[in-house]
Structures are given as structure tokens and as C-alpha cells.
């Protein structure tokens, strides 16, 4: 057998078989728990206090035993910390307490850097704030989506960068390291763009339903729900190529009326909106606005802003 047949990826590292405990079954904890489990680390202990963290956790991670911080922080090689943000600073306090040299601590916060571990990281223990580019709905195949997944990274030393690249790469991950000082920058960013995306999606498929069908009672639920999925998929394949256009192009991929310095539309479009849903007129307007400082739209610009 030659050296090629032998081993198929020479140059691949591969990183140890890790004991890991998760702090909050949440859906990021047990979705990245079942990750880590697909690549061969063994999930042990998961801290889970609410009766449904401690429902998903049996389902989910089910040779993981439910148990305390402390104890998972003392048994465990790997220690991931799913809290949320405001509640990090003092689960690492207390992790710090059962942790020394050659413990990984990492949490997944986004807005939050690695510094929030510092009383971790001056027991020795290597830590990384590893935030996966993502959203979960808290279903089974959630751990599924880590594939391919870029993660915002953030590292102190050149140890953590090779362990945190050893870690999301088992897990098919590609890592973006983030500067300390830029995470509250990276996080919000991330928000503004898949948040403020889901809102204006939301709102658009309200309007496009009401001009879908005849002259229905909109109050029959049946009927407002086929209208609003027959509006999702009426407006799908454009959403989806203008984020794709906006992700390749950047605001040369903008069109639509705003870009064009169309005034006469964007004031029928207002009048339109403010007819049927005027909580939603005040949002075309302001991203209107931004599309027009964008691509340079003069006339529209004067408009919005007299």
C-alpha cells in the first residue's frame, strides 16, 4: 500500500478526541454539541436549568448527563458557554474557578470578544470567542446548517488561532477572525443585515398579500395564510437575486425605482403604503433614503429630506 492509499489527506490535522461540556442547552448549545459529537468528541455534561433546556438536552444530547457549572468546568476538556450575552461575564467567573492549563474555554457570543474571558484565560486555559454566522430555529437537523458556516472568530495568541481553526474546520466551518476592538462593529453588522433583512421581508410579504385573490374577508385565517404564502413565493426568486446581486456588486447591484432618481413612483409607492399600512411607510421611506445616498439619487434625496 503506498504512502497516498495509506492516508488520503497527508497534510490534514487532525485535532484530539475532546470531552465537552456545553453551559446552556439552547439551540446554539445542543446544535453545536451535536456537531462537535458527529466529529468524534465526546459531549458529556450540558448544564440545562429550564424544564424545556433540560427536555432538549435528553433528546438532543442524549449521552450527556445534565449537571452543574462546576462540575462540567472541572471534568471537561473542551468548555463551550451558549449563555447569552449578559449572563457571560459571570458564567466565566465561576468557570474560571474549576479550570487551569490545557482547558479550551469558547463562547459563542457574537458581540462580545474574547476579552469577556480574560478570568479563564489567567488560569491558563486557552480561550476563543467563536460565534457561528447563523440562526437556529431549535430544530433537530439545526446542527446541520454548521456546514459550510463561516464563524466570526476572535483569538489572543497564535495557539488559540491554530486549535480555534482545527476546531471549526472538523466541524466544516470556515473562520473570519475578528479584530477585539471591531466585535461590537462585526456583531452588529451581522444583525443589521439578516435582522433588518427579515423584517423588510416581512413587511413586504404583508403588503404583496393584500393584493393577492378577490375580495375575501381578509380576517379568514385560512384564507390570509394561502395569500401570505402565495406572496413568500411571488417574491422569493427577486429577493433572492438582489441579495445576490447586493452581495457580488455591493450598491452598484441596487435597482428599482430609488436608483433610477424615479420620484414620481417612490410618491405613489408612499401614498400606496400609508393607505393600507402606514406603520410600514416609515421604513420604505428611511431605507429609500439610504438607497438614494447610495447610488447618488438627487431628486429623491431632495424629496425625503424637505
Same mark, same amino acid.
Not at 442524549?62 to 459571570?90: F, G, H, K, Y
Not at 403604503?273 to 438614494?292: D, S
Not at 439619487?297 to 424629496?303: G, I, M, S, T
Given at each position: 500500500?503506498t504512502?497516498?492509499?495509506?492516508d488520503?489527506?497527508?497534510?490534514?490535522?487532525?485535532?484530539?478526541r475532546?470531552?465537552?461540556?456545553?453551559?446552556?442547552?439552547?439551540?446554539?448549545?445542543?446544535?453545536?454539541?451535536?456537531?462537535?459529537?458527529?466529529c468524534?468528541?465526546?459531549?458529556?455534561h450540558?448544564?440545562a436549568?429550564s424544564?424545556?433546556?433540560?427536555?432538549r438536552?435528553?433528546?438532543?444530547?442524549?449521552?450527556?448527563?445534565?449537571?452543574?457549572i462546576?462540575d462540567?468546568?472541572?471534568?471537561c476538556?473542551l468548555i463551550?458557554?451558549?449563555?447569552?450575552?449578559?449572563?457571560?461575564?459571570?458564567?466565566?467567573e465561576?468557570?474560571a474557578?474549576?479550570?487551569?492549563?490545557?482547558?479550551?474555554?469558547m463562547h459563542?457570543?457574537?458581540?462580545?470578544?474574547?476579552?469577556?474571558?480574560?478570568?479563564?484565560?489567567?488560569?491558563?486555559a #486557552?480561550?476563543?470567542?467563536a460565534?457561528? @454566522?447563523?440562526?437556529f430555529?431549535? &430544530?433537530?437537523?439545526?446542527?446541520?446548517? %454548521? /456546514? =459550510?458556516?463561516?464563524?466570526?472568530?476572535?483569538?489572543g495568541?497564535?495557539?488559540a488561532?491554530?486549535?480555534?481553526?482545527?476546531?471549526?474546520?472538523?466541524?466544516?466551518g470556515?473562520?473570519?477572525?475578528?479584530?477585539?476592538?471591531h466585535?461590537?462593529?462585526?456583531?452588529a453588522?451581522?444583525?443589521?443585515?439578516?435582522?433588518?433583512?427579515?423584517?423588510v421581508?416581512?413587511?413586504?410579504?404583508?403588503?404583496?398579500?393584500?393584493?393577492?385573490?378577490?375580495?375575501?374577508?381578509?380576517?379568514?385565517?385560512d384564507?390570509a395564510?394561502?395569500?401570505?404564502?402565495?406572496?413568500?413565493? #411571488?417574491?422569493?426568486?427577486?429577493?433572492? @437575486?438582489?441579495?445576490?446581486?447586493? &452581495?457580488?456588486?455591493?450598491s452598484?447591484? %441596487? /435597482? =428599482?425605482?430609488?436608483?433610477?432618481?424615479?420620484?414620481?413612483?417612490?410618491?405613489?409607492?408612499e401614498?400606496?403604503i400609508?393607505?393600507?399600512?402606514?406603520?410600514?411607510?416609515?421604513a420604505?421611506?428611511?431605507?429609500?433614503e439610504?438607497?438614494?445616498?447610495?447610488?447618488?439619487?438627487?431628486?429623491?434625496?431632495?424629496?425625503?429630506?424637505?
Amino acid at each position: 500500500m503506498t504512502q497516498s492509499q495509506h492516508d488520503s489527506h497527508p497534510h490534514r490535522t487532525t485535532a484530539p478526541r475532546l470531552t465537552v461540556g456545553i453551559i446552556s442547552a439552547g439551540k446554539v448549545g445542543v446544535a453545536l454539541g451535536q456537531a462537535l459529537e458527529r466529529c468524534g468528541h465526546r459531549v458529556t455534561h450540558v448544564v440545562a436549568r429550564s424544564p424545556e433546556s433540560v427536555t432538549r438536552a435528553h433528546l438532543r444530547l442524549p449521552n450527556a448527563q445534565v449537571s452543574s457549572i462546576a462540575d462540567t468546568a472541572s471534568t471537561c476538556e473542551l468548555i463551550v458557554i451558549a449563555v447569552p450575552d449578559r449572563a457571560i461575564a459571570e458564567v466565566a467567573e465561576e468557570v474560571a474557578r474549576h479550570v487551569g492549563p490545557g482547558r479550551i474555554v469558547m463562547h459563542t457570543s457574537g458581540s462580545l470578544g474574547r476579552a469577556v474571558l480574560d478570568p479563564v484565560a489567567l488560569t491558563g486555559a #486557552l480561550t476563543i470567542a467563536a460565534h457561528p @454566522a447563523m440562526t437556529f430555529a431549535g &430544530l433537530d437537523d439545526d446542527s446541520e446548517l %454548521l /456546514t =459550510g458556516c463561516p464563524w466570526g472568530i476572535t483569538v489572543g495568541d497564535e495557539l488559540a488561532k491554530t486549535v480555534s481553526e482545527l476546531l471549526i474546520g472538523e466541524l466544516g466551518g470556515r473562520p473570519v477572525f475578528i479584530n477585539e476592538q471591531h466585535r461590537g462593529l462585526y456583531h452588529a453588522a451581522m444583525a443589521h443585515g439578516s435582522n433588518g433583512l427579515g423584517a423588510v421581508v416581512v413587511d413586504a410579504v404583508e403588503m404583496l398579500a393584500t393584493t393577492i385573490g378577490g375580495d375575501a374577508a381578509a380576517e379568514d385565517t385560512d384564507i390570509a395564510e394561502l395569500r401570505r404564502g402565495q406572496a413568500a413565493e #411571488l417574491l422569493r426568486p427577486l429577493l433572492e @437575486a438582489s441579495l445576490d446581486n447586493a &452581495l457580488r456588486w455591493g450598491s452598484r447591484g %441596487l /435597482t =428599482g425605482p430609488v436608483t433610477r432618481d424615479d420620484l414620481g413612483t417612490v410618491v405613489k409607492h408612499e401614498r400606496e403604503i400609508e393607505a393600507v399600512a402606514p406603520e410600514m411607510g416609515t421604513a420604505y421611506l428611511a431605507l429609500a433614503e439610504r438607497i438614494a445616498e447610495l447610488r447618488g439619487a438627487n431628486e429623491v434625496l431632495r424629496y425625503l429630506r424637505r
